[in-house]
């Protein structure tokens, strides 16, 4: 039986967001396996070939959504000291920046920056890499927002590398989180109740958030307002019709129901960007998170994961076996997805997209 207190009220969303065209089921019955919100969720998709949007319906009434965050794992404390290969990681990503994006203070080492060169040869590593940087270079520096900035690590790496930063983290406590570990100005609120001055910014970045939006054109007009003519929006979503899906159906770690309210094609998320009076730049699908999508999406299936009644977060059952199988699984799964995303450019599991404000 659901605790009166914990139960999720609802309202029904039968039609499209965009189009309004009737949706069709296309799942039903899912729980909430990450962090455990109580209840039974469903999916329906817009049967329009010009359009494919998802959509959860019932979806939470808006006084509602902060119960689908109580136990997110945006504000957990990361304590454990970086390993060997993190370290490693870290020179590559700094040799790669520098080299390859021009951030010239990442590092000075010669050799880090000659073996950034030729590892950036390899589109998979550079992509990898700029997704880290939300792929902007250091000659578009300048004031940076970034909207749902959940723990602050990207936030405080543009700040090393030059930029001017804000964030925006509706979630109060990962919010306090980000100012007292990074002294970063971040807010805890919407973006629509920050009401920053028009022309406020250079770049917005949303990364994995116009998914949890309940009217994402409404805060993509507000973006709009709050950028510079010429400011871009750089925004990454999972894509509703990628390999991982298909593959996986409603086990997909992408879904996230409850709160994923809507997961976008690249025809939809495209049509939002124009709704909301943006100039397209550029859409594409990534690979970038599949050995992770793919790996979590194997737990929910055959139901390895139950929850930390302290934390909410995921707790592996068998956890020695799921270890040794993340370590030999992952990397297969990666090196199938990049191949699928050779022969079809539409198969990543994440859509990037980059649009831009121009003049009237």
């Given at each position: 039986?659901?605790?009166?207190?914990?139960?999720?009220?609802?309202?029904?969303?039968?039609?499209?967001?965009?189009?309004?065209t009737k949706g069709e089921i296309l799942y039903k019955d899912l729980e909430d396996?990450?962090?455990?919100?109580?209840?039974?969720?469903?999916?329906?998709?817009?049967?329009?070939?010009?359009?494919?949007?998802?959509?959860?319906?019932?979806?939470?009434?808006?006084?509602?959504?902060?119960?689908?965050?109580?136990?997110?794992?945006?504000?957990?404390?990361?304590?454990?000291?970086?390993?060997?290969?993190?370290?490693?990681?870290?020179?590559?990503?700094?040799?790669?920046?520098?080299?390859?994006?021009?951030?010239?203070?990442?590092?000075?080492?010669?050799?880090?920056?000659?073996?950034?060169?030729?590892?950036?040869?390899?589109?998979?590593?550079?992509?990898?890499?700029?997704?880290?940087?939300?792929?902007?270079?250091?000659?578009?520096?300048?004031?940076?927002?970034?909207?749902?900035?959940?723990?602050?690590?990207?936030?405080?790496?543009?700040?090393?590398?030059?930029?001017?930063?804000?964030?925006?983290?509706?979630?109060?406590?990962?919010?306090?989180?980000?100012?007292?570990?990074?002294?970063?100005?971040?807010?805890?609120?919407?973006?629509?109740?920050?009401?920053?001055?028009?022309?406020?910014?250079?770049v917005i970045s949303m990364h994995h958030v116009i998914e949890h939006l309940a009217?994402?054109?409404?805060?993509?007009?507000?973006?709009?307002?709050?950028?510079?003519?010429?400011?871009?929006?750089?925004?990454?979503?999972?894509?509703?019709?990628?390999?991982?899906?298909?593959?996986?159906?409603?086990?997909?770690?992408?879904?996230?129901?409850?709160?994923?309210?809507?997961?976008?094609?690249?025809?939809?998320?495209?049509?939002?960007?124009?709704?909301?009076?943006?100039?397209?730049?550029?859409?594409?699908?990534?690979?970038?998170?599949?050995?992770?999508?793919?790996?979590?999406?194997?737990?929910?299936?055959?139901?390895?994961?139950?929850?930390?009644?302290?934390?909410?977060h995921p707790r592996p059952l068998r956890q020695k076996v799921t270890k040794v199988?993340?370590?030999?699984?992952?990397?297969?799964?990666?090196?199938?997805?990049?191949?699928?995303?050779?022969?079809?450019?539409?198969?990543?599991?994440?859509?990037?997209?980059?649009?831009?404000?121009?003049?009237?």
């Amino acid at each position: 039986m659901i605790d009166k207190e914990r139960e999720i009220k609802v309202v029904s969303h039968p039609n499209c967001y965009f189009c309004g065209t009737k949706g069709e089921i296309l799942y039903k019955d899912l729980e909430d396996r990450l962090f455990g919100v109580p209840g039974k969720w469903a999916f329906k998709r817009c049967p329009n070939i010009g359009c494919g949007l998802v959509w959860l319906d019932p979806m939470p009434l808006a006084d509602q959504i902060p119960k689908l965050y109580e136990k997110y794992y945006t504000h957990k404390v990361d304590r454990l000291q970086p390993s060997f290969i993190v370290r490693l990681y870290e020179r590559i990503r700094e040799g790669i920046l520098a080299s390859s994006f021009g951030y010239d203070e990442a590092t000075r080492s010669v050799f880090w920056r000659i073996s950034g060169h030729i590892l950036a040869c390899i589109p998979f590593v550079k992509e990898r890499i700029g997704g880290t940087i939300m792929w902007l270079e250091a000659s578009q520096r300048g004031r940076f927002l970034d909207v749902g900035c959940g723990d602050g690590k990207l936030l405080q790496r543009m700040h090393n590398l030059g930029w001017n930063v804000e964030g925006i983290e509706p979630d109060n406590d990962a919010a306090e989180f980000v100012r007292s570990k990074f002294g970063l100005n971040v807010r805890g609120c919407n973006l629509e109740e920050a009401k920053y001055p028009d022309a406020s910014f250079d770049v917005i970045s949303m990364h994995h958030v116009i998914e949890h939006l309940a009217d994402p054109v409404a805060t993509l007009k507000e973006c709009l307002r709050v950028l510079r003519q010429g400011g871009r929006l750089v925004l990454v979503t999972p894509n509703a019709v990628g390999s991982g899906i298909k593959r996986y159906g409603p086990d997909w770690r992408g879904l996230e129901p409850p709160r994923h309210l809507y997961l976008f094609t690249r025809r939809s998320i495209e049509r939002s960007i124009r709704d909301a009076g943006f100039s397209l730049q550029s859409t594409r699908t990534l690979s970038r998170c599949a050995a992770q999508f793919w790996s979590n999406s194997d737990q929910i299936r055959h139901r390895l994961t139950s929850y930390d009644a302290k934390s909410g977060h995921p707790r592996p059952l068998r956890q020695k076996v799921t270890k040794v199988l993340c370590l030999i699984r992952r990397p297969v799964y990666q090196f199938l997805a990049n191949i699928l995303l050779l022969l079809n450019q539409q198969s990543g599991d994440e859509i990037l997209l980059i649009a831009k404000k121009v003049g009237l």
